[in-house]
C-alpha cells in the first residue's frame, strides 16, 4: 500500500512529516544528512529516494558503489566530483552517477546544498 510523507518544511528547512534525519559522522564525511523518503520502510521493493543536505563547506565522502544514482538538486549551490570530472550544480540540475564511478558531492556558498537521490533498493551488503 502506498504512503505519503507531506513536505512541512518551511524557510529554509527541508522537512517531511514522519521523516527522521539522519546525520553521517565520518573523518571522511563533513556536514552532511540525510532523510529516507522512500525505502524499506514504504515497502517499496525496487529503489529508494533519500534526501541528502549539506552543510556550506560540507562533502559527500569519495565513494564508488556497484549501483547507479539518480540525483535532482532542490536547493543551493556545489560541485559533483564523477570521476575525474568535477561540474558546477544548483537548483533543478539533474546527475547520473553510473556503477562503479568515483563520486563525491561538495556544498559551495552560503546556503546548503540539498538534493534527492534515487538508488535502487537492493544494493551490495558493503555499502
Known amino acids: 500500500m502506498g504512503r505519503v ?3 512541512i518544511g518551511t524557510g529554509d528547512s527541508y522537512d517531511w512529516a ?3 534525519e539522519q546525520v553521517y559522522e565520518s573523518a571522511k564525511v563533513r556536514g552532511v544528512s ?3 523518503l522512500i525505502g524499506a520502510a514504504e515497502g517499496a521493493p525496487h529503489f529508494a529516494v533519500r534526501y541528502f543536505e549539506i552543510e556550506p563547506g560540507g ?3 569519495l565513494d564508488r558503489h556497484e549501483h547507479d544514482h539518480g540525483v535532482v538538486v532542490l536547493r543551493g549551490h556545489g ?5 575525474e570530472e568535477v561540474a ?3 537548483f533543478g540540475d539533474a546527475v547520473y552517477v553510473s556503477p562503479e564511478e568515483v563520486h563525491q558531492f561538495r ?3 552560503d546556503e546548503p546544498l540539498g538534493f534527492l ?3 535502487p533498493a537492493h544494493r551490495s551488503a558493503s555499502e
Open 18 to 20: 514522519n521523516i527522521s
Open 107 to 109: 556544498c559551495l556558498g
Open 88 to 90: 558546477e550544480i544548483s
Open 79 to 83: 560541485e559533483v566530483l564523477l570521476g
Open 5 to 7: 510523507h507531506s513536505f
Open 117 to 119: 537521490c534515487v538508488i
Open 34 to 36: 540525510v532523510r529516507w
Open 59 to 61: 562533502r559527500t565522502s
